[in-house]
């Protein structure tokens, strides 16, 4: 390529300056020397460390090379640089490029309307009631699982393995382990094959969608301001929104957030406040009958959602987060594409999962033979009572810490066998919604946070829902409030 | 006399302009900027300001917060 000549005084000249440290770089960087020294003179920190580590002999001439240049120049040299590069652009594309005059085509009319709040923010609602309640909530998780639950594994697979372990089997004990309430084929197999993956499936053709069609970038810019509010930018909008699938996956994206406190702030409410597909899914089941109770729940977790970012938006310090998004024309999705998408993510998940279902599974089942578990079910007795719930339910928040749905799932057959109240209903809900994460959440809020923040995340949650959910019974329960 | 020139926030939706320079001491910022694209001598329009700034330049759109859209300023063609 042609060598272009930077302007500015000649004798410090950025051009200058790139030759003098070109000639004083000595190792092999696989880049050119001439990258390398632009890429000096911009500080990017990753090759100085490089070249600090590299050329160690060379390197405070470097330093001082870099130091002198700055002097000459006004603005920093990477805006003098981007100033130079662009001119070149406009150079080349106003010669060999010729632009039609612009007009507004339909996608743009549709585009900015979407970003318009007057017709976004309904738009908005309406895109989450069809995508995430009605295709979602009421097609994956009601019609597909029913589907695979009562037409495949009731009908099929349980009677068949049961016969099957029974006589293959000659230990009680060890049947449980398969064929048991709990068991491997039983509980594991079913939940995962017939509960959650059509669930996850669903929500991730959902998201497929929505990503391919551009309309993140614009949920992103009209919900920035309010996300300003808890310490986030509109950007957290794809890891939330991804939340509402698995938030085990979510918390992994937030490694796009750019800064630390982001990551921290998104890790906790994802923990916190954002259910997941699975979740959702028997929520909703739970409470399809009591609207009162469902809006309720839905209004007690958005507010808990704001004012847990809030408070921890004043508390930890840091950078205000700053936004910034490329707004994509809107297209109609590839269909190709969103299938590709939600079959690797599928793929992901289950491959991620399944083991934890198994051990979840095994980890019961010794639990159990071992009276370990009537232990901590017993400890847990006194707060879930003092939350107003039966003893029994009990069982479904330690269950729940194996996988938050086993939990959601234990309460859904509480209520089938002994009727709850509105009230319980919608307490139990919320408790177990903010309760703490799945045990592959809370190893993922480690891995990603690190020892000390992941656990601080994980017990003030522990404590924090059982707070909440006395504090919301006594509320309902002293205002006689029927639901 | 130039017409004046005020930073991209202040700017009427519609209205051409061109970016007349960059002022932010943070340096995050700046690379964001240039990142963007939004330098000086580019051709640049307001498309809306609430709740997000949204603006073209060339072919491309970007939404950005009040913040960003203060260090940029531009002058009305």
Known sequence: MEKRDYKGPIENSIEMAIEKIENLLKSDYYLSGRSIAILLLQEDEEIRNLVKEKDVANFDRIEDIIKDTKLHYANPISYELAIERQDEVKDILGRYVKFEKDRISPQEKLSRALMNPLFGIPALLLVLYLGLYKFVGQFGAETVVNFLESSIFDKYVTPFSTVLAARIIPWIALQDLFIGEYGIVTMAFRYAFAIILPITAVFFLFFSLLEDSGYLPRLAMLIDRTFKKIGLSGRAVIPMVLGFGCATMATMVTRILPTKRERIIATLLLALAVPCSAQLGVIMALLQHNPKALLVWAGVILFIFLLVGYLTSKILPGERPSFYMEIPPLRIPSLSNVMIKTYVRVKWYFLEIMPLFLWASVLIWIGRLTRVFDLLINLLKGPVSAIGLPPEASKAFLFGFFRRDYGAAGLYDLNAHNKLDGVQLAVACVALTLFLPCIAQFLMNIKERGWKTGLGISVFILVFSFSVAYALNIILRSLVVVL | ?77
């Open chain 2, 1 to 77: 006399m130039d017409k004046k020139i005020m930073p991209l926030s202040k700017l009427d939706i519609n209205k051409k302009a061109k970016v007349s320079h960059i002022k932010t001491e943070d340096k995050a910022m700046l690379q964001r900027i240039i990142a963007i694209g939004a330098l000086p001598n580019t051709d640049i329009t307001l498309i809306q300001r609430f709740p997000s700034f949204v603006f073209q330049i060339g072919k491309s759109q970007f939404a950005v917060d009040k913040e960003l859209a203060s260090c940029i300023y531009v002058r009305q063609i």
